[in-house]
């Protein structure tokens, strides 16, 4: 709830694709469970950051062929690394005790996070995920 007792109301910002598939804020709060509670404008501007980490990493590819599981794959790798890029921030906003999830707050959690980015990544470039390759 928010300082005037109401809940806050659901947000969304579609974030520019640039002929990449869309993302949107809503989304990644829904798949991410990310509670509205959180600053809009920090998600947003996290979400946009990922996706041109990703984009960077995944420069050349015939974007065509995100389609099914290659664009769920590359809908995670931004979602994990804006997840990732969000924790610290998460982690300084006053929730209550009972609230609390100290699991999403663990260090732990923003190497797996970006450690899933990482293998959706490779699995999009149709690499190994642990980067052994064949000579």
Known sequence: MGLGGKRPEAQNTDIPADGWPALSTAEFRSLRRIAFTFDENSIAMAVSIAAQAVQN??????RSTLKGGLLLAY????YSRAHA?????????SRRDEAENAAEDAPEQDARFRAQSNRDIALILG???????LI
């Open 57 to 62: 990493q995944l420069a050349g590819i015939d």
């Open 75 to 78: 809908k995670r790798a931004v």
């Open 85 to 93: 890029d969000l924790l610290p921030e998460f982690a300084t906003q």
């Open 127 to 133: 690499r190994s995920a642990n980067g052994v390759e």
